[in-house]
């Protein structure tokens, strides 16, 4: 993929006046690509075009906000508090790269309820 720069120093040295073997030994590019960028330059087909992302029900920063908050709620809960459904809220936490909270504890029996058991036998 050629840069912006390469593209209009290809094109301006084209303009100049010299000759498309010139433009090859120069740039490594054949006629075709020079009349593309060209047309395309004089078109402001490389001008950035700026996607606007669309309004969700679910804002973004106010649902980190409340997870911040409150780790440990529920779907229910934020979903009543954003006023949309559980699974909406489900899929904006994907997302985010949000997931559900896993206990690290492991659990442990209580070693002397086993030695009761086992003495009752």
């Known amino acids: 993929m050629y840069s912006m720069d390469f593209r209009q120093r290809a ?15 120069a740039f490594n590019i054949p006629p075709e690509t020079y009349y593309q960028w060209k047309k395309r330059l004089q078109n402001g087909y490389y001008q950035k075009v700026f996607v606007r992302e669309r309004k969700r029900k679910i804002d973004k920063d106010e649902l980190r906000q409340a997870i911040a908050e409150k780790p440990d709620a529920y779907l229910y809960e934020l979903a009543e508090k954003f006023n949309c459904t559980e699974s909406a ?6 997302k985010l790269k949000i997931t559900r909270k896993k206990s690290t504890l492991p659990i442990t029996k209580s070693l002397k309820s086993n030695v009761l058991n086992i003495q009752r036998g």
């Open 89 to 94: 809220v489900f899929y904006a936490l994907k």
């Open 11 to 25: 094109v301006a040295y084209k303009d100049e006046g010299h000759t498309f073997e010139e433009l090859k030994n």
